[in-house]
T-cell receptor
Framework: DAGITQSPRYKITETGRQVTLMCHQT?????MFWYRQDLGHGLRLIYY???????DKGEVPDGYVVSRSKTENFPLTLESATRSQTSVYFC?????????FGPGTRLTVL | QQQVKQSPQSLIVQKGGIPIINCAYE??????FPWYQQFPGKGPALLIA???DVSEKKEGRFTISFNKSAKQFSLHIMDSQPGDSATYFC??????????????WGLGTSLAVNP
């Protein structure tokens, strides 16, 4: 299916565990983004990527790691999950100005 | 430091009413101002966008008004319907002049349209 997909859609993990959230887009958009959405904070940019092998920090990068070896994939890893990382995570890709969002991953860290 | 300030945080209107959501920005270099709509359990989706060379843009029942001198822009929803109940985000970016395509987001407005 064309578009942008995220997996898993729901994840429960424990403090200290490593978690990887996957993002895949089929449009070959050069730019990709990871956001977290929390009540009262809107959308906060974690990391973004301008192309394969080019990534940069956003507003709230601490505790997260990204990689982009292929244009279509942009995984987000929480190296050692903390309760404060409980959130809804959105991946997006863009062509020019419009950003296209995935359906989100709801992550709970116990 | 938030560069795009959005108000109100929440809004309740009756069906047929005209909700208005306002945003103010600081960076005069911004040249692209989109509004995104987000339904519960879904990702945001582009609703309508404007560039600063026009003062108003309409798409169906949705209108953006833009005031460059005041550094403000607003979203008006004409003849609002219960199906318009969603969270609305304004944003701004440097458009094609920016090398990173980043959007600077407002904090969102939760709109409820009562039947």
């Amino acid at each position: 299916d064309a578009g942008i997909t995220q997996s898993p859609r729901y994840k429960i993990t424990e403090t200290g565990r490593q978690v990887t959230l996957m993002c895949h887009q089929t449009w070959s958009h050069s730019y990709m983004f990871w956001y977290r959405q929390d009540l009262g904070h809107g959308l906060r940019l974690i990391y973004y990527s301008a192309a394969a092998d080019i990534t940069d920090k956003g507003e709230v990068p601490d505790g997260y790691v990204v990689s982009r070896s292929k244009t279509e994939n942009f995984p987000l890893t929480l190296e050692s999950a903390t309760r404060s990382q409980t959130s809804v995570y959105f991946c997006a890709s863009s062509s020019y100005n419009e950003q296209f969002f995935g359906p989100g991953t709801r992550l709970t860290v116990l | 430091q938030q560069q795009v300030k959005q108000s109100p945080q929440s809004l309740i209107v009756q069906k047929g009413g005209i909700p208005i959501i306002n945003c103010a920005y600081e960076n005069t270099a911004f040249d692209y101002f989109p509004w995104y709509q987000q339904f519960p359990g879904k990702g945001p989706a582009l609703l309508i966008a404007i560039r600063p060379d026009v003062s108003e843009k309409k798409e169906g029942r949705f209108t953006i008004s833009f005031n460059k001198s005041a550094k403000q822009f607003s979203l008006h929803i004409m003849d609002s319907q219960p199906g318009d109940s969603a969270t609305y985000f304004c944003a701004a970016s440097l458009g094609n002049a920016g090398n990173n395509r980043k959007l600077i987001w407002g904090l969102g407005t939760s709109l409820a349209v009562n039947p």
